[in-house]
Nanobody, 115 residues
Framework: QVQLVESGGGLVQPGGSLRLSCAAS????????MGWYRQAPGKQREYVATKTNGGLTNYADSVKGRFTITRDNAKNTVYLQMNSLKPENTAVYYCKAVVPPTGYWGQGTQVTVSS
């Protein structure tokens, strides 16, 4: 089992920045990759970014150049730095730990982009 706890969400104005954190505990050694997804009201959950143990990163096209995913392996924590935020980025952001062949989810953290 892997437990994930997200933090860092909140209300931010358009053009602003936020940094989300996700701390992992439990069977840390079984994690292959960690990533972020988001779910806006009335929409399906969608992929945002992932980072593997080997350092490979991948981003959804909609966030490339604005969002950055990093990992601190010593702290078992993954971060999502979000810059130039837009109202359409409003969503609940979820952390995911990929443990093949399955995965574990955090409880989510709300990000609201509004003036």
């Amino acid at each position: 089992q892997v437990q994930l706890v997200e933090s860092g969400g909140g209300l931010v104005q358009p053009g602003g920045s936020l940094r989300l954190s996700c701390a992992a505990s439990g069977r840390i050694g079984s994690i292959y990759a960690m990533g972020w997804y988001r779910q806006a009201p009335g929409k399906q959950r969608e992929y945002v970014a992932t980072k593997t143990n080997g350092g490979l990163t991948n981003y959804a096209d909609s966030v490339k150049g604005r969002f950055t995913i990093t990992r601190d392996n010593a702290k078992n924590t993954v971060y999502l730095q979000m810059n130039s935020l837009k109202p359409e980025n409003t969503a609940v952001y979820y952390c995911k730990a990929v443990v093949p062949p399955t995965g574990y989810w955090g409880q989510g953290t709300q990000v609201t982009v509004s003036s």
